[in-house]
């Protein structure tokens, strides 16, 4: 329930952060930005959050399965410290 709950969380600050951007764009640079504000580059960016935050989900299931079986040295400082950062951020 933590790792939605994480997930949800990032996901909206990220996508709060792109709608903050385009209304920036809208703003200051309407004719400038106009050929990039497309409903194709908007499905683009979407699905690349959607993957980041797979990504980001994968991580932390990682982190805590390594958590729990602690018998891969390593890679468990490198999942920990990840997982760590970007619970952080």
């Given at each position: 329930?933590?790792?939605?709950?994480?997930?949800?969380?990032?996901?909206?600050?990220?996508?709060?952060?792109?709608?903050?951007?385009?209304v920036y764009l809208?703003?200051?640079?309407?004719?400038?930005?106009?050929?990039?504000?497309?409903?194709?580059?908007?499905?683009?960016?979407?699905?690349?959050?959607?993957?980041?935050?797979?990504?980001?989900?994968?991580?932390?299931?990682?982190?805590?399965?390594?958590?729990?079986?602690?018998?891969?040295?390593?890679?468990?400082?490198?999942?920990?410290?990840?997982?760590?950062?970007?619970?952080?951020?």
């Amino acid at each position: 329930m933590r790792l939605l709950l994480t997930a949800n969380t990032h996901m909206s600050c990220v996508l709060l952060s792109c709608v903050v951007l385009e209304v920036y764009l809208i703003t200051f640079l309407p004719l400038e930005s106009w050929p990039l504000r497309t409903v194709r580059n908007a499905r683009l960016i979407s699905r690349m959050i959607w993957m980041l935050v797979a990504a980001e989900c994968a991580l932390f299931v990682m982190d805590d399965n390594l958590r729990a079986s602690s018998s891969l040295g390593q890679l468990f400082q490198l999942s920990s410290l990840a997982a760590t950062l970007l619970r952080f951020f």
